[in-house]
């Protein structure tokens, strides 16, 4: 099946650093990419959808200048968390489709943030 | 009343046995998922269902959409089968975004 990874897998920062998730569909073309963050014992929670070339929608809650998406190739998409705070610590998690009318998501392995 | 329910909450078995996990929704929908989150935070995409039965391996999906109703099973448990299992539906007006589950916690002993 298709593939998805991500990287950092595990990345520890100081507050007020920015960190920079790269997601990347490798062997297929992504036109739409999705980001969750999944807090402790919780389900995961859609963040933004991305489409390649065009500006990421957000979830209502989630702050768009906080959490960065860029979306700027049909097989990366990236997630900065800006001024990163200990609240931000979490498991940020990546999905990709090839088309939007393709229902299929293909899931990143994943990526723990510690914010200390 | 969560959109998508998930039965048991938690589970324990004995190695060997059949395992049965339920997922109930209350929306029309185009897909289900099943996924499989182990203790590391990895997810690991299962089944996506529209319809009928999916099999791999040991683990069989089925889905009845006029009942609302999906259950993934396991045939001769694993310890390695041990791991948090996630229904996730595509709601036919959901832009795309999936409607989790809370997941089932399913643990095999040996």
């Known amino acids: 099946g298709a593939v998805v990874s991500q990287h950092p897998s595990r990345v520890i920062c100081k507050s007020g650093t920015s960190v920079k998730i790269e997601c990347r569909s490798l062997?297929?073309?992504?036109?739409?990419m999705f980001w969750y963050r999944q807090f402790p014992k919780q389900s995961l929670m859609l963040m933004a959808t991305?489409?390649?070339?065009?500006?990421?929608?957000?979830e209502q809650g989630v702050e768009k200048d906080k959490f960065l998406i860029n979306h700027a190739s049909l097989t990366l998409s990236t997630l900065t968390v800006t001024s990163a705070h200990p609240e931000d610590s979490s498991f940020y998690i990546c999905?990709?489709?090839?088309?939007?009318?393709?229902?299929?998501?293909?899931f990143g392995p994943g990526t723990r943030l510690l914010v200390l | 009343k969560n959109e998508v329910e998930q039965s048991p909450q938690n589970l324990t078995a004995q190695e060997g046995e059949f395992i049965t996990i339920n997922c109930s929704y209350s929306?029309?929908?185009?897909?289900l998922h099943w996924l499989q989150q182990h203790p590391g935070g990895g997810i690991v995409s299962l089944f996506m269902?529209?319809?009928?039965?999916k099999k791999h391996g040991r683990l069989i999906a089925t889905i009845n959409i006029q009942e609302k109703h999906s259950s993934l099973h396991i045939t001769a448990s694993h310890p390695r089968d041990s791991a948090v299992y996630i229904c996730?539906?595509?709601?036919?007006?959901?832009?795309?975004?999936?409607?989790w589950g809370a997941g089932t916690k399913l643990i095999i002993k040996p």
């Open positions: 999905s990709a489709s090839w088309t939007i009318l393709q229902e299929t998501q293909y």
């Open positions: 062997d297929f073309q992504a036109t739409t």
């Open positions: 991305s489409n390649e070339g065009s500006k990421a929608t957000y």
């Open positions: 929306v029309g929908i185009s897909a």
């Open positions: 269902l529209s319809s009928g039965k």
């Open positions: 996730a539906v595509r709601a036919l007006d959901s832009n795309y975004q999936l409607i």
